[in-house]
């Protein structure tokens, strides 16, 4: 089974919705979750893309080498992890901009990939692409086809795709139905979730001829991390079964032919009409 593999790069506390004047002030664990990410990666030969957050790239700039002299996709996860629907059109193009130019300091590479936090690309925030097209991007996986508290965009295609009026090709995240509804392979869903159901979403969508993508957080493989008080869905979201990421994910790459999201824009691209 066909699986693209990748990580959005923040620590534990950055994708809560906890003031950045707070972050100073918490524990910084990043190293944790990367260093269980990287062991399993190497034992498995495998390669995946790294959506990295301009504000850890300052903080951690060892971590983003490490992630590059491993031979991993380097890609752009925004500076400040803000939702794009709440920032404005120029905001976010700073934001892009400098965490290119953080990225390409530290490692040498310009990344071509983006991943916007919580997925907020969505109807009220479509100007983004054009953004993300005129500052050299190659493709982008922001797009949730389907329902989410904070972001989605339900209509939306559920497989790799080129967005009309850009070269951009769209990687969105892969879904699989339950219940007559969309849920996400990935994340919350792939700890929530029995394994078998994220298996069998996969089988399915493999037979339809879907790539499918995988997304994960280095926190979700430190179940140690600190818990601070949150409202009841991020709550569960975001601490439940913890310790159930590393050991499904090993067994998921032992089933799975992985690779980087570049891999299947390649792939796509040879395979595109003209």
Same mark, same amino acid.
């Given at each position: 089974?066909?699986?693209?593999?990748?990580?959005?790069?923040?620590?534990?506390?950055?994708?809560?919705?906890?003031?950045?004047?707070?972050?100073?002030?918490?524990?910084?664990?990043?190293?944790?979750?990367?260093?269980?990410?990287?062991?399993?990666?190497? &034992?498995?030969? $495998?390669?995946? @893309?790294?959506?990295? %957050?301009?504000?850890?790239?300052? +903080?951690? =700039?060892?971590?983003? *080498?490490?992630?590059?002299?491993?031979?991993?996709?380097?890609?752009?996860?925004?500076?400040?992890?803000?939702?794009?629907?709440?920032?404005?059109?120029?905001?976010? &193009?700073?934001? $892009?901009?400098? @965490?290119?130019?953080? %990225?390409?300091?530290?490692?040498? +590479?310009? =990344?071509?990939?983006? *991943?916007?936090?919580?997925?907020?690309?969505?109807?009220?925030?479509?100007?983004?692409?054009?953004?993300?097209?005129?500052?050299?991007?190659?493709?982008?996986?922001?797009?949730?086809?389907?329902?989410?508290?904070?972001?989605?965009?339900?209509?939306?295609?559920?497989?790799?795709?080129?967005?009309?009026?850009?070269?951009?090709?769209?990687?969105?995240?892969?879904?699989?139905?339950?219940?007559?509804?969309?849920?996400?392979?990935?994340?919350?869903?792939?700890?929530?979730?029995?394994?078998?159901?994220?298996?069998?979403?996969?089988?399915?969508?493999?037979?339809?001829?879907?790539?499918?993508?995988?997304?994960?957080?280095?926190w979700e493989f430190d179940p140690k991390?600190?818990?601070?008080?949150?409202?009841?869905?991020?709550?569960?979201t975001h601490y439940t079964h913890l310790?159930r990421t590393a050991p499904r994910f090993?067994?998921?790459?032992?089933?799975?032919?992985?690779?980087?999201?570049?891999?299947?824009?390649?792939?796509?691209?040879?395979?595109?009409?003209?």
């Open positions: 089974m066909r699986l693209g593999v990748s990580f959005d790069v923040e620590d534990w506390y950055m994708g809560l919705d906890l003031p950045g004047t707070s972050w100073d002030d918490r524990e910084r664990r990043l190293h944790v979750g990367l260093d269980l990410i990287f062991a399993i990666l190497e &034992r498995h030969r $495998i390669k995946a @893309t790294f959506f990295i %957050l301009g504000a850890v790239a300052e +903080i951690h =700039p060892e971590a983003v *080498r490490q992630i590059a002299d491993n031979g991993h996709e380097i890609a752009s996860h925004g500076y400040s992890h803000t939702m794009v629907y709440r920032l404005s059109p120029d905001e976010f &193009r700073e934001e $892009i901009v400098r @965490t290119d130019q953080l %990225l390409t300091d530290i490692t040498g +590479i310009k =990344p071509v990939g983006f *991943r916007a936090p919580y997925f907020s690309i969505t109807k009220k925030s479509l100007w983004a692409l054009d953004i993300l097209a005129e500052n050299g991007y190659r493709y982008d996986a922001s797009i949730y086809p389907g329902y989410n508290y904070r972001y989605g965009i339900p209509d939306a295609p559920d497989t790799i795709h080129r967005l009309p009026k850009t070269d951009l090709v769209e990687i969105p995240v892969s879904v699989m139905e339950i219940m007559g509804r969309r849920i996400g392979i990935g994340g919350a869903y792939f700890r929530l979730l029995p394994l078998w159901m994220t298996l069998q979403g996969i089988r399915k969508r493999n037979a339809a001829g879907k790539e499918s993508i995988l997304y994960l957080h280095p991390h600190p818990r601070v008080r949150l409202p009841l869905v991020p709550r569960i310790a090993q067994k998921l790459l032992s089933v799975c032919d992985a690779a980087p999201l570049k891999e299947l824009v390649d792939g796509f691209e040879k395979g595109e009409s003209p």
